[in-house]
């Protein structure tokens, strides 16, 4: 997983289109249309893997745009990687099973931790543990429930369960195109040997950058790619 840094779109499906959230928050988002297009676009541009979210999977608990996160795995020919309401073990296999090549686990490895070695006992090196944080806490439930678990603990203790990778979210500065900070990932990658990428903030191609200094294996970039900050060519290039 992530053998060279990479800078990974983010590919956020609600209703059926983009989305991009400020801060995490339900009803802030602005749409950028089609998943498929988007998917393509950013192949098209090189990106080597996609970061897929159902939105209202992630809020609601339930898969709601299954039928867009498949034609985007039908569409490309690249790695995917998908979180939003993937609850159980069965969940995780079928998606492994249609072509996604990760699964992301935030609320249910938090609910049940023991999922993560569930899944990867059979399918080593396919799970990312998503660990969204505000005010150094993670939360689940799409950022609206805090857990009182510490990110870099956490961390620790997926790792132990067979998690192929950490990714980390830092919803306080997520969709707000004001940057990163980058001490919340140096604790995590400090904490863990398995592969961290980094999401939330991401405005410059200095913030690039700055993740890639800090240790994380890949971004995770969303707002900046769509509003036109600087391109996809551009931020691979940075690094």
């Given at each position: 997983?992530?053998?060279?840094?990479?800078?990974?779109?983010?590919?956020?499906?609600?209703?059926?289109?983009?989305?991009?959230?400020?801060?995490?928050?339900?009803?802030?988002?602005?749409?950028?249309?089609?998943?498929?297009?988007?998917?393509?676009?950013?192949?098209?541009?090189?990106?080597?893997?996609?970061?897929?979210?159902?939105?209202?999977?992630?809020?609601?608990?339930?898969?709601?745009?299954?039928?867009?996160?498949?034609?985007?795995?039908?569409?490309?020919?690249?790695?995917?990687?998908?979180?939003?309401?993937?609850?159980?073990?069965?969940?995780?296999t079928a998606l492994l099973d249609a072509g996604v090549d990760r699964i992301i686990l935030g609320t249910a490895a938090v609910e049940t931790p023991d999922i993560v070695a569930d899944?990867?006992?059979?399918?080593?090196?396919?799970?990312?543990?998503?660990?969204?944080?505000?005010?150094?806490?993670?939360?689940?439930?799409?950022?609206?429930?805090?857990?009182?678990?510490?990110?870099?603990?956490?961390?620790?203790r997926y790792e132990e369960l067979g998690a192929g990778g950490i990714l980390f979210t830092d919803v306080d500065v997520e969709g707000q195109l004001e940057g990163v900070r980058t001490?919340?990932?140096?604790?995590?990658?400090?904490?863990?040997?398995?592969?961290?990428?980094?999401?939330?903030?991401?405005?410059?191609?200095?913030?690039?950058?700055?993740?890639?200094?800090?240790?994380?294996?890949?971004?995770?970039?969303?707002?900046?790619?769509?509003?036109?900050?600087?391109?996809?060519?551009?931020?691979?290039?940075?690094?």
């Amino acid at each position: 997983m992530f053998p060279e840094f990479e800078v990974v779109p983010a590919v956020d499906v609600q209703d059926g289109q983009v989305v991009q959230l400020v801060g995490g928050e339900r009803g802030t988002g602005k749409a950028y249309g089609d998943p498929v297009e988007a998917a393509e676009q950013w192949v098209e541009q090189g990106a080597r893997t996609l970061h897929l979210v159902d939105l209202d999977g992630a809020f609601e608990g339930e898969r709601a745009n299954a039928e867009a996160v498949r034609a985007v795995v039908e569409a490309v020919d690249v790695d995917t990687q998908l979180g939003g309401g993937i609850r159980t073990v069965d969940d995780a296999t079928a998606l492994l099973d249609a072509g996604v090549d990760r699964i992301i686990l935030g609320t249910a490895a938090v609910e049940t931790p023991d999922i993560v070695a569930d899944i990867s006992d059979g399918c080593p090196g396919t799970v990312l543990v998503s660990l969204d944080a505000k005010d150094g806490e993670v939360v689940v439930s799409g950022w609206t429930e805090g857990t009182g678990l510490n990110p870099a603990e956490a961390a620790e203790r997926y790792e132990e369960l067979g998690a192929g990778g950490i990714l980390f979210t830092d919803v306080d500065v997520e969709g707000q195109l004001e940057g990163v900070r980058t001490e919340p990932i140096e604790r995590i990658v400090d904490a863990v040997d398995i592969p961290v990428v980094a999401s939330g903030g991401v405005a410059t191609l200095d913030d690039v950058r700055a993740l890639k200094g800090a240790g994380a294996s890949a971004v995770v970039v969303g707002s900046a790619l769509y509003e036109g900050e600087f391109t996809l060519e551009a931020a691979m290039n940075a690094v």
